[in-house]
């Protein structure tokens, strides 16, 4: 199960890089970007999952005494949760951004920034 | 034609790698240190059903009083560099009216969306969820409005106004716990309670529906700026 999500993460976070290398134009570029955020936030998650245990949360199914037998590792998902929100945060400068150069440019074409080229 | 080849090479030296960490990836059969140390003590120290609540709120309060600074730096700068087109604003392209569908629909959702984050965030120490969860769903409320109405004008003063005093108290609290209980941010200046009740973890219901709250009209005040740009 953790080999899967894994692998998916992997391969979203391949998808992502391709997707923002070979596109030209900036809003494809954002999303690819948010696509390997998304897989990089799968691999932490599935680093933490331990086959046959519970999610980390104490109620009538997982005692307090069997806790540290009964649960998954806590931290990642602590990580990810923190991940996932400033991930939106970074998107939405992104966006920001991008209507500003697009003000500025009247393009979306990232080939026509010519400015820091040398 | 050497660009898409060097790409391609780069993507398969990065797989390789990522190939290479997959197969010999071993899973834990044992909970590590730190993660049994937050399973066996948290039920004591900080009376949080949800872990990842007690670890996010209280263990590492400090670091999500950090996550909060730097969405709020995030949500200014958007209104930064967005304001200029909110000024410019003299004769507003009137867009296509919302589908019936759409209008009446989020009539009937919004307020049902609005209840539900709220109940994520003052849950958020007993069940999946909390603050950030909460406050994401409120926003999801705002944006449907949005989309009924795109020309729906939100008070930028109730926003900030919100967002200032859930930052306030959330920090007063911090420092209350200096004074009252272990160090900045310690939940003990409440009564712990009873594991599994709604009043219960000293102050992490409070400080999670603070969170809630802010995280909610930071997301609201991106989502209006950028409804609030104009056509180009």
């Known amino acids: 199960m953790a080999y899967v999500v894994m692998a998916t993460g992997f ?4 998808i992502g890089l391709y997707g923002s290398l070979s596109n030209r ?58 991940a996932i929100v400033i991930g939106v945060g970074v998107t939405a400068l992104m966006l920001a ?18 400015e820091l080229k040398w | 034609m050497i660009k898409r080849f060097a790409i391609l090479v780069m993507l398969l030296a990065v797989a390789a790698v990522f190939a290479t960490l997959t197969l010999s990836y071993q899973p834990d059969a044992e909970l590590n240190q730190t993660a049994r140390y937050y399973a066996e003590r948290t039920a004591s120290e900080v009376g949080s059903a949800n872990i990842v609540t007690a670890i996010v709120v209280t263990y590492r309060g400090l670091d999500t009083l950090g996550e909060v600074t730097v969405l709020f730096l995030a949500s200014s700068i958007v209104g930064l560099l967005l304001a200029r087109g909110r000024n410019a604003k003299l004769n507003p392209a009137k867009p296509l009216p919302a589908s019936e569908l759409l209008v009446t629909g989020s009539r009937l959702l919004t307020p049902l969306v609005m209840l539900l984050g709220v109940y994520v965030f003052v849950n958020g120490h007993l069940t999946p969820g909390g603050g950030f969860q ?42 209350l716990g200096i004074f009252l209980a272990g160090g900045f941010l310690d939940n003990r200046i409440l009564p712990i309670g009873e594991l599994g009740a709604l009043f219960s973890a000293g102050a992490i219901p409070l400080i999670y529906s603070l969170i809630g709250l ?10 209006a700026n950028l409804s609030a740009t104009e056509e180009l």
């Open chain 1, 11 to 14: 391969c979203l976070i391949l």
């Open chain 1, 25 to 82: 134009n900036l809003m494809r570029m954002i999303v690819a970007f948010t696509v390997a955020d998304t897989g990089v936030n799968l691999v932490i998650v599935a680093v933490g999952y331990m086959s046959g245990r519970t999610a980390p949360i104490l109620d009538a199914a997982v005692p307090v005494a069997e806790a540290a037998a009964r649960i998954i590792d806590p931290v990642p998902q602590a990580l990810v949760l923190t």
């Open chain 1, 97 to 114: 951004y991008v209507y500003k150069l697009y003000e500025a440019k009247r393009t979306l074409d990232i080939g026509k920034f010519t």
């Open chain 2, 134 to 175: 909460g406050g994401s769903i409120l926003a999801s409320g705002v944006l449907l409005m949005l989309l009924a109405d795109p020309l729906k004008h939100f008070s930028h003063h109730l926003i900030s106004a919100l967002e200032s005093i859930a930052g306030l108290f959330y920090v007063a609290i911090g420092v």
């Open chain 2, 214 to 223: 802010k995280v909610g009209a930071e997301f609201s005040s991106i989502l």
